[in-house]
């Protein structure tokens, strides 16, 4: 476990160990508590905030990532500036600056994750980023617990030290990506813990990680990733779409822009230097 008082020398060091950092609560519960609002806004009815559990809520049947459902509530919550902005304030580029030791880029691609309970199967399979994203070792993925995450809600977990072996051969799979990769014999031993809102997870792109069911009887997990690099680092085209945009007709970044507040930063990677 690591908190932001860490020296950056432990953080890196740790990062080339582990494959991973998970830092606590890095960031703040107003800026947690905000975009998890506007969230529940896009997902209402289906998701609510219940006071008493402190945790978001089903409301009526399950959804997995691509269903019917869940393509129709997914513009709506890419729509959001607030949630396109989340990893691009300050804090998060001085984090991601003290991990790279060098200047950060974050790719536009931004991911919500909506994890219902009553979906056993759908889950996010084990899987490493370089390969879903094309990505070079440089490339870190980001993700945020938006709210407290219990054991009965879909924690993400990781395979310590699994970056060191390169990328691996990967099959299709059922769930949030639809790909897995090979996991050898006796790596068992995956790390896992109870999240508080503002925690987060940095992974290596090699880092396998996978989702652990959502078992709850009605609570939801709702958390944001995005992927950054070092300046200059190879990016592959597919990161520059919205996520999902390839496959959700009219999900493309006219439609995301169309009712923020500021232009500023939009189509902000058209000037990267290297894309493929
Ligand atoms: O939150 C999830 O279920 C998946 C997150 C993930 O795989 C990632 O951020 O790469």
Redesign the pocket.
């Known amino acids: 476990m690591s908190r932001l008082e860490d020296d950056d020398s432990a953080l890196r060091t740790r990062f080339a160990r582990d494959g991973y950092l998970f830092i606590k609560q890095a960031v703040a519960e107003r800026d947690c508590d905000a975009l998890r609002n506007d969230i529940l806004q896009a997902l209402s009815p289906h998701v609510s905030w219940d006071e008493t559990l402190n945790k978001p809520v089903l409301n009526g049947q399950p959804f997995y990532e691509t269903d019917a459902t869940w393509d129709k509530l997914y513009p709506k919550v890419q729509q959001l500036e607030s949630f396109h902005r989340f990893f691009h304030q300050p804090r998060m580029l001085s984090l991601m600056h003290r991990i790279q030791g060098c200047q950060p880029w974050v790719y536009p691609i931004k991911?919500a994750?909506v994890?219902t309970p009553r979906m056993l199967g759908y889950?996010?399979p084990p899987?490493q980023?370089a390969y879903s994203h094309h990505a070079g070792p440089t490339m870190a993925?980001i993700?945020v617990a938006l709210h407290d995450v219990d054991a009965s809600m879909?924690r993400?977990t990781v395979l310590p030290g699994s970056h060191k072996g390169g990328v691996r051969k990967v099959h299709e799979a059922q769930g949030?990506g639809g790909v897995q990769c090979v996991i050898h014999p006796g790596e068992t031993h995956w790390h896992v813990s109870d999240f508080e809102k503002g925690d987060i997870l940095i992974f290596n792109s090699a880092t396998v990680?996978r989702?652990e069911p959502n078992t709850a009887k009605n609570k939801v997990r709702l958390?944001v990733?995005t992927r950054f690099c070092d300046y200059g680092a190879p990016v592959f085209s597919t990161n520059l779409q919205p996520h999902h945009g390839w496959r959700i007709e009219g999900l493309d970044w006219e439609s995301i822009y169309a009712n923020w507040r500021s232009r500023e930063g939009q189509y902000y990677w058209e000037s990267y230097p290297h894309t493929f």
């Open positions: 991911m994750r994890a889950e996010t899987h980023d993925g993700w879909g993400v949030v990680h989702a958390s990733d």
